[in-house]
Every structure is written in structure tokens, then in C-alpha cells.
């Protein structure tokens, strides 16, 4: 059986054998939180659907391993096509450590990036797995755009985790800030390869001052052996915007959070995901927006398409305050079911504590339209393909509202060869 804790004494020596720098303190607080909070079960209302103990189970062997904590590798086999199919300015994260030749490479006006270790920094561990990733966090990402500046050019975080033959862990941590009148366009990829078992554990800080603008795309395709859980924080200032496109193929279990805090009147969040899951998959999307003040708007839409014995989960939350009246909070679901095996989990949430407000949720479950399949197949399209066309299109509404155009063709051709994958698996 699984062990749902780690190793605390194996934890702290390697805790110990990170470098004695400015995140010291942050690493040990962190520590001493998790010592006393553990990691959420399944009986903590917000994870019953997604059991951690397989990711502990990799931490623990990797802990006994008592190894340097960020082994090196070569990631330049999969990091170099990304980056050459996506136009970007590309800062690498490769198992758990910041490549300084990116950083060095970077040279756009208004955008200033450093490592976390050269500043005096702090964390926060109200939210599940941040205090993990403080505590074995061998450095992280400071992004900071001036004020008054929109950058030329998207700014790109690639995370790239190269898992040999033993068990192995890394965590990644960004911390972004856009001055205020500004504008960052950013794309965030998760990729890996590697026999070895895995789990990368990412926390990503997002400040939006006034009348500021984040342009953000996420793409995870990891190894079908892998794991990663996720948490993206946001913070949205006056008459600031926030446009957020996910799309997750890859990974064995994958557990995305996102959390907007509305605490300025006149901003605007949009947040879109898309997930393809195949076989032994289980994807979990958790979205949290908190309408603090209004007028303020949310808008959310995730669609996803299941085969085989998939199973995913998507929760959104919009939770309207007292006193945040004008607020306009929207929450769309839909999923296709292309197996009797598969399994979706939806749960739309809304939470109003004030009056003048519009808010609405919604969800749905089904799968192919037989009249549409047959319409195809009387053109003499085979089953595969005409599938592909349908599950393309249901797809294509994600896709279509992509914050940033560089990546549309790469995601794309990624949709694609998913859904091809997926849909012969059925077929046979």
C-alpha cells in the first residue's frame, strides 16, 4: 500500500543539502508547516477525487535515493524543438533548476527577469502543496515588467524534467509582476520524457497592477508515465485583465489549480482550458475566483474529451462577497465521453453573498451525435475521421480563444495528433 506521508526525517536532509542562500528561511517554514499539516486526503472535500498517495510514493523513493536533490541532465532533445516551433523569448527550467544562460539571453525592454534567491522573498502556505514546493525549492523565477510597457515579443517558461531509470521529484516556482498600464503576453510549457517515475510539483505567482494585462497560455504534454500537480495564484488590480488558456495532454495524474483574487473594482478575468485523456489518465481541474469588490467580471469555460478508463475532474468556484454588487461571474463545463469506461467528475460552484449580481453555471456530459457520425460516413468518411472531425471541432472552441497567437499552430497539430491517438485506441 501507498503511503500517504513522506519521509519528514528523509525530507529534512535533503532540505539541508539545498544551498544556504535568502530562500533558506522560506525553505524551512515551509518545512516546519508541512511537519504540521501534512498533504490533503481524500477526505478534504477539494481533493476527494484525487488521490496523492502515488505521488508521495515517488517522493519517498526519491528521498531514499539521498541524492543531490536536482540531478542534471540534458533536456536540449525536447526543450530544443519547443523552442524552435514557438516564437518566444524561452527562460528553461530543466528538473528543478533555472538555466542562468536563458535568463542571460533575455533582452527586452521594460522586462527585467532574476532569480527568487537574489531577492528577500515570502510564501504563502494557506494552499495545499505550497508549502512542499517552498521547502525543496532549489530557486525559482522573478519576472517583473515596468509600468507603462507592453513587451514586444511572448515570454516563454518551459519546464522541462528528464526522468532516468530511479524515481525523482522537482519544484518549479515563478513569481510575475506587471507594473501597472502594462502588457505581458507569457507561455508556459510542461514537457518530460524518461523511464523513470516522476512528479514535478509548480507554484506560479501572478501580480496584475492597475490597468495591467496577462496574455497567458499553459500547455502540459508530460510523458504518459508522469505527474504534476499545479497552482497558479493570481491577484488582479484596478480595471486590470487576465486571459488564461490550458490545454493538459500528456501525464498520468495531473492536478491543475488556478485561484483569481478580484479585490479592485473594473477588472475582467477569461479562463479557458481543454483536456484529452486516454488510457489510465485522470486529469483534475480546480478553478477558484473570489469577486471581492465590483463591478468585475469572470468568464470560464473548459471542455474535455475522455476515452478508455480516463477519469478527470473539473470544479469551478466563483465565490460573489458581500459588497462586491455589479459583479458578472460565468461558468461553462462540457465533455465528451467517447468510452463507457470513462468517467468526469463536474461540479460548478457559486457562492453569492450580495444582490446585484449575474452569475451562472453550467455543465454537460455526452458523446458523439449519431446523425452527424452517419452524415459523415455517407460522404465516405471511415469512423476514425469522421470522428476526428467532430471531437476537432468541439476542441476547436477552446483553441479559437487563444490569448496568444504564437503558439496556434503547435497547439494545433498537438490537438490533433491527440485526438488521432485517442480515437483509434477506441476504434480497436
Known amino acids: 500500500m501507498k503511503s500517504r506521508h513522506f519521509s519528514m526525517d528523509a525530507l529534512g536532509d535533503a532540505i539541508a543539502r539545498l544551498p544556504d542562500d535568502r530562500l533558506t528561511a522560506i525553505r524551512n517554514a515551509a518545512f516546519a508547516h508541512l511537519r504540521e499539516h501534512g498533504l490533503p486526503t481524500k477526505r478534504d472535500e477539494d481533493w476527494k477525487y484525487t488521490d496523492l498517495a502515488p505521488l508521495v510514493d515517488i517522493g519517498n523513493q526519491w528521498l531514499d535515493l539521498g541524492d543531490d536533490v536536482t540531478p542534471q541532465a540534458d533536456s536540449s532533445d ?16 530543466s528538473n528543478g533548476q533555472v538555466d542562468a544562460n536563458s535568463i542571460a539571453a533575455l533582452a527586452q525592454d521594460g522586462v527585467t527577469v532574476e532569480l527568487l534567491s537574489k531577492h528577500d522573498s515570502t510564501a504563502n502556505f494557506s494552499a495545499p502543496l505550497t508549502d512542499l514546493n517552498s521547502a525543496l525549492l532549489r530557486d525559482g523565477l522573478r519576472i517583473t515588467v515596468d509600468a507603462n510597457h507592453s513587451i514586444k515579443r511572448p515570454i516563454g517558461i518551459l519546464v522541462v524534467d528528464i526522468a532516468a531509470t530511479a524515481a525523482s521529484l522537482s519544484q518549479i516556482r515563478a513569481d510575475v509582476i506587471v507594473g501597472a498600464n502594462s502588457t505581458l503576453d507569457l507561455i508556459e510549457y510542461h514537457a518530460s520524457s524518461g523511464e523513470g517515475e516522476h512528479y514535478a510539483n509548480s507554484v506560479i505567482n501572478l501580480t496584475l497592477e492597475d490597468n495591467a494585462r496577462a496574455n497567458w497560455v499553459r500547455i502540459q504534454d508530460r510523458d504518459r508515465a508522469h505527474n504534476q500537480t499545479g497552482r497558479t495564484a493570481v491577484t488582479l488590480g484596478r480595471d486590470s485583465q487576465f486571459h488564461h488558456c490550458a490545454f493538459d495532454f500528456g501525464g498520468r495524474l495531473i492536478r491543475n489549480d488556478l485561484a483569481v483574487d478580484i479585490a479592485e473594482p473594473g477588472s475582467a478575468a477569461v479562463f479557458d482550458g481543454l483536456y484529452l485523456a486516454g488510457e489510465d489518465q485522470h486529469i483534475d481541474n480546480h478553478t477558484r475566483v473570489d ?11 473548459y471542455r474535455g474529451v475522455l476515452t478508455a478508463n480516463a477519469r478527470c475532474v473539473w470544479n469551478g468556484k466563483a465565490i460573489v462577497h458581500e459588497g462586491a454588487d455589479g459583479t458578472d461571474a460565468e461558468q461553462a463545463n462540457h465533455n465528451l465521453l467517447l468510452s463507457d469506461k470513462a468517467e468526469i467528475d463536474a461540479k460548478p460552484e457559486l457562492e453569492i453573498y450580495t444582490d446585484d449580481v449575474k452569475c451562472s453555471h453550467g455543465t454537460t456530459v455526452g458523446q458523439l451525435d449519431e446523425t452527424s457520425l452517419f452524415y459523415l ?20 472552441t477552446i483553441v479559437s480563444k487563444l490569448p496568444v497567437e504564437s503558439p496556434r499552430e503547435s497547439l494545433a497539430e498537438l490537438v490533433s495528433a491527440r485526438l488521432s491517438r ?3 485506441a477506441v476504434v480497436k
Open 78 to 93: 525536447v526543450s530544443d524543438p519547443i523552442q524552435k516551433s514557438i516564437d518566444a523569448d524561452w527562460l528553461l527550467i
Open 377 to 396: 460516413r455517407t460522404r465516405g468518411i471511415d469512423i476514425v475521421g469522421a470522428k476526428q472531425i467532430l471531437t476537432t471541432a468541439f476542441a476547436q
Open 291 to 301: 469577486h471581492r469588490v465590483g463591478p468585475a467580471t469572470s468568464q470560464q469555460e
Open 422 to 424: 485517442m480515437l483509434e
